[in-house]
């Protein structure tokens, strides 16, 4: 059975082949990284899976769709979406609220607001300017492969 859990491990598998943007780590590293930020700082279930899934939208959609790809001469459709939104479309479906939440709004989460879920994303954007680090050692992505499993294990 392709599970969205299968879907979203084989795209972060194929992730690690992309640099990430202009940073000198792929997107899989900095996922990686992001993850273990949190985990490492005590962060919940819930952030660590979003800090690890925050730019799904980036390699698990399709890249025509997403306005702010890092991709070098990518197109930009008209109305495109940025890849936060994409992202957390993606994943609502499968993830408690605060989940989709952060997701949404790690690239927006420099600015101030009052919704009680935006000192996660605040936190969420730090890791997220953290894990740029080439080298750095993480746990692979088959450790995070049952809490990924746990939210997304049907095929919706």
């Avoid at 599970?3 to 795209?11: F, G, N, S, V, Y």
């Avoid at 939208?57 to 109305?79: C, H």
């Avoid at 450790?143 to 990924?148: K, R, S």
Wanted: aromatic share 6%.
């Amino acid at each position: 059975m392709n599970t969205m859990a299968d879907r979203l491990i084989e795209a972060m598998t194929k992730s690690a082949a992309r640099q990430y943007g202009k940073e000198r780590v792929t997107e899989l590293a900095h996922a990686l990284q992001c993850a273990e930020l949190a985990a490492g700082a005590g962060g919940d279930e819930e952030m660590v899976l979003a800090c690890l899934l925050h730019d799904v939208g980036r390699y698990a959609v399709a890249q025509e769709e997403i306005g702010d790809t890092l991709g070098a001469g990518a197109s930009r459709a008209t109305k495109a979406r940025g890849h936060h939104e994409a992202g957390a479309d993606l994943i609502a479906p499968y993830v408690p609220e605060r989940v989709t939440f952060l997701v949404r709004a790690h690239a927006d989460a420099k600015s101030v607001a009052t919704q009680p879920w935006w000192p996660d994303a605040l936190r969420l954007r730090r890791w997220d300017d953290e894990a740029k680090i080439v080298g750095k050692a993480t746990r692979p992505l088959s450790t995070w492969g049952p809490l990924l499993r746990k939210y997304f294990a049907d095929s919706r």
